[in-house]
T-cell receptor, first 111, second 111 residues
């Protein structure tokens, strides 16, 4: 089985722009979570989706949004980018076992 | 709320030494997961534990699910340079409504 894929792997944006990141889960996995990872903050939970429904949301401003499609693929969007949004964005998928499998991440740099 | 406290924060060891790290929670966990993350990559699942007292090995790695269900341990025997990375403990909370990550143990192995 192919693993979790994330695109793009690297992205450079300027302040004020918006960005969309994509995640394709492992085949058969219906749950997807997104995390932001920065050196000082560790892994911060953004949101969790199951069958196109957002089940949980972390403590992030409304500029961060996401969605999940019927094929379980997920996207997250960040609008009005700020310098502090520079981070590694990780997506994980899992089935009923709760073993989350991560993608390689998207490194976002905001200048 | 539930939190995972992971220690030590970092370790500097000599190649060939054994390593031990642990994770504790203020609340009961039903599943403990251990991940390893290389710089700039997504975490990789190493070991999953589902039962109190369970001891599971994956090569030179051994993890245990604490009897109290509030802690877990990861041991690495005969460390090698490629063991370098950050090790995270994680798991779904008692009600399976949220996923928690420890702050990570950064392992450095000197050849």
């Amino acid at each position: 089985k192919a693993g979790v894929t994330q695109t793009p792997r690297y992205l450079i944006k300027t302040r004020g722009q918006q960005v969309t990141l994509s995640c394709s889960p492992i085949s058969g996995h219906r749950s997807v979570s997104w995390y932001q990872q920065t050196p000082g903050q560790g892994l911060q939970f953004l949101f969790e989706y199951f069958s196109e429904t957002q089940r949980n949301k972390g403590n992030f401003p409304g500029r961060f949004s996401g969605r999940q499609f019927s094929n379980s693929r997920s996207e997250m969007n960040v609008s009005t980018l700020e310098l502090g949004d520079s981070a590694l964005y990780l997506c994980a998928s899992w089935d009923t076992s709760y073993e989350q499998y991560f993608g390689p991440g998207t490194r976002l740099t905001v200048t | 709320g539930q939190q995972l406290n992971q220690s030590p924060q970092s370790m500097f060891i000599q190649e060939g030494e054994d390593v031990s790290m642990n994770c504790t929670s203020s609340s009961i966990f039903n599943t403990w997961l251990w991940y390893k993350q290389d710089p700039g990559e997504g975490p990789v699942l190493l070991i999953a534990l589902y039962k109190a007292g369970e001891l599971t090995s994956n090569g030179r790695l051994t993890a245990q699910f604490g009897i109290t269900r509030k802690d877990s341990f990861l041991n690495i025997s005969a460390s090698i340079p490629s063991d370098v990375g950050i090790y995270f403990c994680a798991g779904p909370g008692y009600n399976f409504n949220k996923f928690y990550f420890g702050s990570g143990t950064k392992l450095n192995v000197k050849p």
